[in-house]
C-alpha cells in the first residue's frame, strides 16, 4: 500500500542544536515533495519544496534533502530556537499529472526548550 | 489581500443535520483542497478540483460533497451520513504549472466542526 511517514512524532532539541525531521514514502514515484510549519489551531504555511531532481535545497536555516533510491527526505533547522517548535508535516504529490492528489504524513511535533 | 478564507471558525452540527463549509479564494489559483485533521494526526485529504466543474474524491470521502461552480469558491458539505464529523478541516489552493504540477498549498485558518 502507499505511505507517507514521519518518522518521529515528537522531538524534543536543546536550543541552538540541529532538528533533524525524517519523512518516509513507499509505493509513490513524487515528482517532488514539500515540507510545512503548523501552528495549533492554523493552517499549515509551506516551507520547502524540493523537485526529484534535487538532492538539497536551503532556505535561511533550513534545509531538505531529497533521495529517491531511500525514498526519504529529511528536514534540518540548524540553530534552533525556541520559536522554531511547531509541528512540520511533509506532503508530495502522488504522481506527476496535476490531477495527481497532494498527500500528508502525520507531522513531527518540535520542541526547542531554551 | 491576496489569500484564502474559511468560515465559519467553528460550526455545530446536530445529529442527522447537513452543514456547509465555506472556502473562497482570490489567489486565481485552479486548484483547491479539502483536508480532515484530527487532533494530533496530519491532514487527510476528502476532495479535490483542478478545474471549475470537476472534483476528484480523496481518501476518505465518503459522508462528504462538494462543489466547483466558480474557480474562487470550493463549498463542502458535511452530510448526515458522515457519522465521526468532529475535526478540523482545511482548505487550500495552488496553481497548475504549464509542467501540469501543483505548487505549494496555500491553506486557510481552518473551520473546527463539533457534533452537539
Known amino acids: 500500500s502507499q505511505k507517507i511517514e514521519q518518522n518521529s512524532e515528537a522531538l524534543n532539541i536543546q536550543e541552538g542544536k540541529t532538528a533533524t525531521l525524517t519523512c518516509n514514502y513507499t509505493n509513490y514515484s513524487p515528482a517532488y515533495l514539500q515540507w510545512y510549519r503548523q501552528d495549533p489551531g492554523r493552517g499549515p504555511v509551506f516551507l520547502l519544496l524540493?523537485?526529484?531532481?534535487?538532492k538539497e535545497k536551503r532556505k535561511e536555516r533550513l534545509k531538505v534533502t531529497f533521495d529517491t533510491t531511500l525514498k526519504q527526505s529529511l528536514f534540518h533547522i540548524t540553530a534552533s530556537q525556541p520559536a522554531d517548535s511547531a509541528t512540520y508535516l511533509c506532503a508530495l504529490q502522488a504522481g506527476y499529472s496535476s490531477a495527481s492528489k497532494i498527500i500528508f504524513g502525520s507531522g513531527t511535533r518540535l520542541s526547542i526548550r531554551p | 489581500d491576496g489569500g484564502i478564507t474559511q468560515s465559519p471558525k467553528y460550526l455545530f452540527r446536530k445529529e442527522g443535520q447537513n452543514v456547509t463549509l465555506s472556502c473562497e479564494q482570490n489567489l486565481n489559483h485552479d486548484a483547491m483542497y479539502w483536508y480532515r485533521q484530527d487532533p494530533g494526526q496530519g491532514l487527510r485529504l476528502i476532495y479535490y478540483s483542478q478545474i471549475v466543474n470537476d472534483f476528484q474524491k480523496g481518501d476518505i470521502a465518503e459522508g462528504y460533497s462538494v462543489s466547483r461552480e466558480k474557480k474562487e469558491s470550493f463549498p463542502l458539505t458535511v452530510t448526515s451520513a458522515q457519522k465521526n464529523p468532529t475535526a478540523f478541516y482545511l482548505c487550500?489552493?495552488?496553481?497548475?504549472?504549464?509542467?501540469?504540477?501543483?505548487?505549494?498549498?496555500?491553506f486557510g485558518s481552518g473551520t473546527q466542526l463539533s457534533v452537539l
Open positions: 487550500a489552493s495552488s496553481m497548475v504549472t504549464p509542467t501540469a504540477t501543483n505548487e505549494k498549498l496555500f
Open positions: 524540493i523537485r526529484e531532481n534535487e
